[in-house]
């Protein structure tokens, strides 16, 4: 039985009043004496009500009822249907399912029936070829596998068919979920590459088909987010400005639609603000900016928004390819720090506590590597968080004399805030033009970086 997991946490209207439906079930050797019924939102699955069962039966009433995927559940049973917006009835036995499924009152249901009794019986079909496929060989396994192709194509067959047939239903917005848009080949084009970049354009401007991101009916479907993220993970060029390019596109779309834009603020927001991949702050900050502090999202607390507030004015300063913010410090003369001060190719900005546990460690690493270091051309700054100098020149006295050690004795510098030291070690590689090129990464993925940018990679 397929693991469910029934959450409330989204607030549907459902309790708004105007029109009604009611739709009654029929599931012959129905075990249970309750009856779950949820539905799907965006990537879960939502709890709408709980139904005493009597003689197999169970009815619910809907106020304002959204279309979309929603589902009969229990321990033992589970079970898919359509909400059309309407009264209507089904009936079924345990055993049955969709085979046997009666339906009332619902076109909907007879197309969602339909698709799944076809498909079904070619999935059926193509497990039987795959079992088989695991003990044949030579000539058996090529006609398996040529039989294999053929049922893909006939349960593309079901599913145009079905929408062709039936355009304007909810069913056949449901089926075109699954494709992918058909690529001409541009076999007139003789240039391979210009080839390849018009078909990518050409895939990318037509993977969402038009109307598909308004239709707020999709949000109910269990196919609509893995076709978003397939969006924003496979087909968007994976950097912050290809990805900010396209989240403003995508909420261009959804402006007007209230839920769907909350679902997906919230949503790709929690994507890219817990990305391990660096730069992706970048990412995080322009949604920050451009969509929660604008006013759009105004269902946000007074005090988360002055949380998102202040994540800005931690991490915009520090974003990859930003000139390095000045660090108002000294020097062991207690001379004024200045970044021109740093003639190497390459700056490693080391941001330590000399009683941070983890800061010892990365300043053990440090001192394994100063001859690759040295190799690649390498200055380390290495900045102290305390303000007690003399714990400040006790830990430079037992370290590396060549780093250009630094501390700010009057607590007064920024830059625990544009270097976002919120916890230590905090570590940035700078160009020669004191640009950031990278950040929170082991030592050894600092060097590796100035080693393939040395080579042209």
């Given at each position: 039985?397929?693991?469910?997991v029934?959450?409330?946490?989204?607030?549907a209207p459902?309790?708004?009043q105007?029109?009604?439906?009611?739709i009654?079930?029929?599931?012959?050797?129905f075990?249970?004496?309750?009856?779950?019924?949820?539905?799907h939102?965006?990537?879960?699955?939502?709890?709408?009500?709980?139904l005493?069962v009597?003689e197999?039966?169970?009815s619910?009433?809907?106020?304002?009822p959204r279309?979309?995927?929603y589902?009969?559940?229990?321990?033992s049973?589970?079970?898919?249907?359509v909400?059309d917006?309407k009264?209507?009835?089904?009936?079924?036995?345990?055993?049955?399912?969709?085979?046997?499924l009666k339906?009332?009152?619902?076109?909907?249901n007879?197309?969602?029936?339909?698709f799944q009794v076809?498909?079904g019986?070619l999935q059926?079909?193509?497990?039987s070829f795959?079992?088989?496929?695991k003990?044949?060989?030579?000539e058996?396994s090529v006609?398996?596998m040529k039989?294999?192709?053929?049922?893909?194509?006939?349960?593309e067959?079901?599913?145009?068919?079905l929408i062709?047939?039936?355009?304007q239903?909810?069913?056949?917005?449901?089926?075109?979920?699954?494709?992918?848009p058909d690529?001409?080949?541009?076999?007139?084009?003789s240039?391979?590459?210009q080839?390849?970049?018009?078909?990518y354009?050409?895939?990318?401007?037509h993977?969402?088909e038009e109307?598909q991101?308004?239709?707020?009916?999709?949000?109910?479907?269990?196919l609509l987010?893995?076709k978003?993220?397939k969006?924003?993970d496979?087909?968007?060029i994976?950097q912050?400005?290809s990805l900010?390019?396209e989240?403003?596109w995508f909420?261009?779309q959804?402006?007007?639609d209230?839920?769907?834009?909350r679902?997906?603020?919230?949503?790709?927001?929690?994507?890219y603000a817990?990305?391990?991949?660096m730069g992706?702050d970048?990412?995080?900050?322009?949604?920050?900016?451009?969509?929660?502090l604008t006013?759009r999202?105004?269902w946000i607390s007074?005090?988360?928004?002055?949380?998102?507030?202040e994540?800005?004015?931690?991490?915009?300063p520090?974003?990859?390819?930003?000139?390095a913010?000045?660090?108002n410090a000294?020097d062991?003369?207690?001379?004024?720090?200045s970044?021109s001060d740093?003639?190497?190719g390459?700056?490693?900005l080391?941001i330590?506590?000399?009683?941070?546990?983890?800061?010892k460690k990365?300043?053990?690493?440090?001192?394994e590597?100063?001859g690759r270091?040295a190799?690649?051309?390498?200055?380390?700054v290495?900045?102290?968080t305390?303000?007690?100098?003399?714990?400040w020149k006790?830990f430079?006295?037992?370290?590396n004399?060549m780093w250009?050690?630094l501390?700010?004795p009057?607590g007064k510098?920024?830059f625990?805030?544009?270097?976002?030291?919120?916890?230590?070690p905090?570590?940035?590689?700078?160009d020669a033009?004191?640009?950031?090129?990278a950040k929170r990464?082991?030592i050894?993925q600092f060097?590796?970086?100035v080693e393939?940018?040395k080579?042209?990679l």
């Amino acid at each position: 039985m397929r693991k469910i997991v029934l959450m409330i946490l989204w607030i549907a209207p459902y309790l708004s009043q105007g029109q009604s439906a009611e739709i009654n079930f029929r599931i012959k050797d129905f075990k249970d004496s309750i009856a779950y019924i949820g539905y799907h939102f965006g990537h879960q699955k939502y709890l709408m009500d709980t139904l005493p069962v009597s003689e197999d039966r169970f009815s619910m009433k809907v106020n304002q009822p959204r279309q979309g995927i929603y589902f009969i559940y229990t321990p033992s049973y589970y079970f898919e249907f359509v909400m059309d917006g309407k009264s209507f009835g089904l009936e079924t036995s345990v055993s049955g399912g969709y085979d046997q499924l009666k339906v009332s009152g619902s076109k909907e249901n007879e197309l969602f029936r339909s698709f799944q009794v076809e498909i079904g019986g070619l999935q059926k079909k193509q497990r039987s070829f795959v079992e088989r496929l695991k003990e044949a060989t030579g000539e058996d396994s090529v006609r398996i596998m040529k039989d294999i192709r053929e049922l893909n194509v006939q349960m593309e067959d079901v599913r145009k068919k079905l929408i062709s047939e039936n355009d304007q239903s909810f069913v056949a917005a449901f089926l075109r979920l699954m494709r992918d848009p058909d690529v001409p080949s541009l076999d007139s084009i003789s240039d391979e590459s210009q080839r390849k970049k018009q078909r990518y354009t050409f895939y990318k401007s037509h993977f969402f088909e038009e109307g598909q991101l308004q239709d707020r009916r999709l949000l109910r479907t269990p196919l609509l987010y893995p076709k978003v993220t397939k969006y924003f993970d496979e087909v968007v060029i994976q950097q912050p400005d290809s990805l900010i390019r396209e989240l403003d596109w995508f909420f261009g779309q959804i402006k007007h639609d209230e839920e769907s834009f909350r679902y997906w603020l919230v949503t790709l927001f929690k994507k890219y603000a817990e990305s391990k991949v660096m730069g992706m702050d970048a990412v995080m900050v322009h949604m920050i900016e451009n969509f929660y502090l604008t006013g759009r999202a105004s269902w946000i607390s007074e005090e988360y928004e002055k949380t998102l507030r202040e994540e800005v004015a931690y991490v915009k300063p520090n974003l990859i390819g930003k000139q390095a913010p000045p660090i108002n410090a000294v020097d062991t003369l207690m001379q004024a720090f200045s970044f021109s001060d740093i003639q190497t190719g390459y700056t490693l900005l080391f941001i330590y506590d000399p009683d941070c546990g983890h800061c010892k460690k990365s300043v053990k690493k440090l001192e394994e590597v100063d001859g690759r270091m040295a190799e690649l051309d390498i200055t380390v700054v290495a900045l102290c968080t305390t303000t007690d100098v003399s714990r400040w020149k006790k830990f430079v006295a037992s370290h590396n004399p060549m780093w250009v050690h630094l501390i700010d004795p009057t607590g007064k510098s920024y830059f625990r805030v544009s270097y976002d030291v919120r916890s230590t070690p905090r570590i940035y590689l700078l160009d020669a033009d004191k640009r950031i090129l990278a950040k929170r990464l082991e030592i050894d993925q600092f060097l590796d970086v100035v080693e393939r940018m040395k080579e042209g990679l």
